[in-house]
């Protein structure tokens, strides 16, 4: 569950331009999901399945945004955000490799999917030649991410076949308020499908390797958003800042 507390700054690109306030929704993890400040490699995939299975309950705080890119670390809930807010673009920045690997396939199955049910279909069902055959669509990473076998083998064994009840309860259909995802979930919702769905045939979702514990990495994700020209809306560290160093780069 998001127990989100903004912090706004403004932030200058485009020849000194001011753009937008930045809104860093700090999302509060149970107990067995906190990352640690220490420095420390991850657990490779230790954070596919998404945790925070309620992010209705900070709409409040999404609404707020300006529509800017949607920064943010993990795996659903940087999709969910970024639909949330009707993002401009989403910029998924992660420590673990898997976490932008999660990404950067499901850009391109959003990419190369028709509709929502043609999506749904790709993702939870299709087999390692459809996505090679859909993948002819497609162009640059997006095209060489679906048509690699590598890219079928990890969905098909980190998401659909996950044990995690995360993706499970994110692949059925919420039906009530107290349900997981209601009314914050792409795969069975038309609108929020749609935005994403957008931004990925756009080229307006990148996924970036990135520990924000080290302030280099911090400064040159910073350039990158700068130099895209496009207005920044909303920051989910997760509870990242709560580290020493790394996230208050950001800030600053």
Known sequence: MFAPTPTWRAWATRSACILSCILFVIGECSAQSVRSSAERQPTPGIYLPPNEQHPAVALSIYRKSNHGVYVSVGTERSFIGAALTRAKALYVIDYDLLAVRFAKVNRALLAASTNRADYANL???????????????????DKETLASP?????????????WDTGFGNFHTAPQHPNDPFFASNYLF???LYRHLSQLAKSARIWAR????????EVRALCDDLKSKGLPLGVVDTSDVPNAKSGASVAAH
Request: glycine share 2%; no cysteine.
């Open 123 to 141: 993702r939870l069902t299709a087999s390692q030649d459809v996505w090679r055959q859909r993948s002819l669509h497609l162009t640059g990473e």
């Open 150 to 162: 590598d890219s079928w083998a990890f969905w098909d064994k980190e998401v659909r076949e996950s």
């Open 189 to 191: 919702d038309d609108r």
């Open 209 to 216: 390797l990135v520990d924000l514990r080290h302030e280099e």
